[in-house]
């Protein structure tokens, strides 16, 4: 057999799946990072009638349907503050292959790139698959990342740093002084910020920025994606926003790894977009109100945990033991190491799941917290 490439041997397989494989087929699984809603009707209904019209058959342009580049651009002008030209938008295989772009285009062999820690599992290995190091940057006691800690990061090699609001795995929500710290960071020291706002639209307190839309640099890229936004993960619908340069050099990696992305799904995004925003409304209020519970639940056998303003994932401190404990007794969590070496002692609950559930859950863990303290 012939060899592989050393990029590849520094990734592995997710933890997080072999976590999912270790539980019985009846645990709660509190492990997923996917919204329990079904996809918004009229976002389904905009691609069955392009299926049907014949519409959604052949490639679209390589960034993407300019519907959807318009419905984009209107977004950003809605939510972000943001006057984007549609021509500076690829429509991307979800969120992934977006963040994917972003390394691809910026990042050589002798390349730093800071990645906050816990942080999401793809940050590190997409580094690694560009050539770079990574480089963790730990977050605060709030689990939000600090622009103090990412600054103090930089050296010579760095290329790029990472944000992430709404956080995964943390459900944290970064403060508008701090994007707009991110924002002068990339500006003044000449790196790229890739901000991944995947979890833009779940936002309970604070307010969501874009780091994008404080800087004059051209230095930050924004990723983001239908898949939480609007419960489309299955559709593999995302996006990335930057300037005309970044935008024709991501260009040339997504027109040879993909093409172009889903048609039907661009015609279900552009409905997602540009409709009625109240299903999302209504999946938000419901996260919000699960936030509390689960919140509640933890504080009261003891847990420490930060209060998750965004995204739908709880981040308790936990005592030694206790991740095996509540995965015997049929609970399935993620073990903050998952996430990165700043991950131990912590873990990741998705509230991704109907109230009832969670309570039944939350009793199971209580247990297992008595058990192990
Ligand atoms: N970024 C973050 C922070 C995520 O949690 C995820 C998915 O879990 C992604 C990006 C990728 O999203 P997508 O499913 O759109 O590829």
């Known amino acids: 057999m012939t060899g592989f490439s050393r990029r590849v041997e520094q990734v ?3 933890g997080i799946r072999e976590v999912f494989e270790a539980a019985g087929d009846d645990a709660i699984n509190l492990g997923l990072g996917q919204p329990d809603f079904p996809t918004p009707k009229h976002a389904r209904q905009a691609a ?3 299926i049907e019209a014949g519409d959604a058959d052949a490639y679209t342009s ?3 349907t300019e519907g959807l580049r318009q419905a ?4 950003h002008a809605r939510d972000n503050n943001l006057d ?3 021509e500076n938008v690829i429509a991307t295989a979800g ?4 963040l994917h772009l972003a390394m691809e285009a910026h990042i050589d062999a002798e390349d730093e790139v800071l990645i906050p820690d816990p942080g999401f599992v793809a940050y590190e290995a997409l580094t690694n698959l560009a050539g770079g190091t990574p480089k963790s940057v730990a977050l605060r006691d709030d689990l939000t990342l600090d622009p103090a ?3 103090a990061a930089i050296t010579d090699d760095t290329a790029a740093f990472i944000v992430n609001s709404p956080g995964n795995p943390t459900g944290a929500v970064q403060s508008v002084a701090d994007m707009r710290e991110f924002a002068r960071i990339a500006d003044e020291h000449d790196v790229l910020c890739i901000t991944d706002e995947v979890y833009e639209n779940i936002v309970f307190d604070g307010e969501h920025r874009s780091p994008l839309e404080f800087a004059d640099s051209g230095n930050v890229v924004l990723v983001n994606a239908c898949s939480k936004s609007y419960s489309m993960t299955g559709w593999r619908l995302g996006w990335v926003t930057g300037s005309h340069e970044r935008i024709e050099r991501m260009l040339r990696v997504h027109q040879y790894v993909q093409a172009c992305a889903s048609a039907p799904a661009q015609y279900a995004a552009e409905a997602a977009l540009s409709g009625t925003q109240e299903p999302v409304d209504e999946m938000v209020s419901a996260f919000e109100q699960r936030r509390d519970v689960v919140l509640d639940g933890l504080e009261d056998m003891g847990l420490s945990v930060p209060t998750p303003e965004g995204a739908f994932y709880a981040m308790p401190q936990v005592p030694e033991g206790w991740v095996d404990e509540v995965i015997d007794r049929g609970v399935v969590v993620v073990p903050g190491e998952a996430f990165g070496d700043h991950g131990e002692g912590y873990a990741r609950l998705s509230y991704a799941t109907d109230t009832e559930t969670l309570k039944e859950a939350l009793d199971i863990m209580s247990e297992a917290t008595a058990a192990v303290t």
């Open 12 to 14: 592995s397989i997710s």
């Open 48 to 50: 069955i009638d392009a």
């Open 62 to 64: 390589n960034k993407g």
């Open 72 to 75: 984009i651009a209107t977004k």
């Open 84 to 86: 984007v030209d549609p």
């Open 95 to 98: 969120g992934s292959e977006a």
């Open 149 to 151: 800690a990412v600054e």
